[in-house]
């Protein structure tokens, strides 16, 4: 099987970093795409970056230039710096990912177990 799991979660004040990372372990044979995926409170799940596997990346409008992501293809990790952040990123942080797995055929998908994030002073 297949594990995702995030950390670096946290409470910061607005305009302050943090740094989310999502480690997969298990019988992977290769990684295609990660993503970052939140929640807020009362709200759907919303797309937040996506990285592939050649490190093309894309981002939703709301935290282009603020959010990177990237990914260490030895580690199986996927990471976001999230800088300047505000009140409106709280939210539940999740991983995701489209990988192969090792003697399987096909493509499947998993979904790490969720970090918070909360933006307050």
């Known amino acids: 099987q297949v594990q995702l799991v995030e950390s670096g979660g946290g409470l910061v004040q607005p305009g302050g970093s943090l740094r989310l990372s999502c480690a997969a372990s298990g019988s992977i044979a290769s990684i295609y795409t990660m993503e970052w995926h939140r929640q807020a409170p009362g709200k759907q799940r919303e797309l937040v970056a996506i990285?592939?596997?050649?490190?093309?990346?894309w981002y939703a409008n709301s935290v282009k230039d603020r959010f990177t992501i990237s990914r260490d293809n030895a580690k199986n990790t996927v990471y976001l710096q999230m800088n300047s952040l505000k009140p409106e990123d709280t939210a539940v942080y999740y991983c995701?990912?489209?990988?192969?797995?090792?003697?399987?055929?096909?493509?499947?998908?998993?979904w790490g177990q969720g970090t918070q994030v909360t933006v307050s002073s």
């Open positions: 990285i592939a596997s050649d490190s093309s990346t």
């Open positions: 995701k990912t489209r990988l192969r797995r090792q003697g399987v055929l096909g493509q499947y998908k998993y």
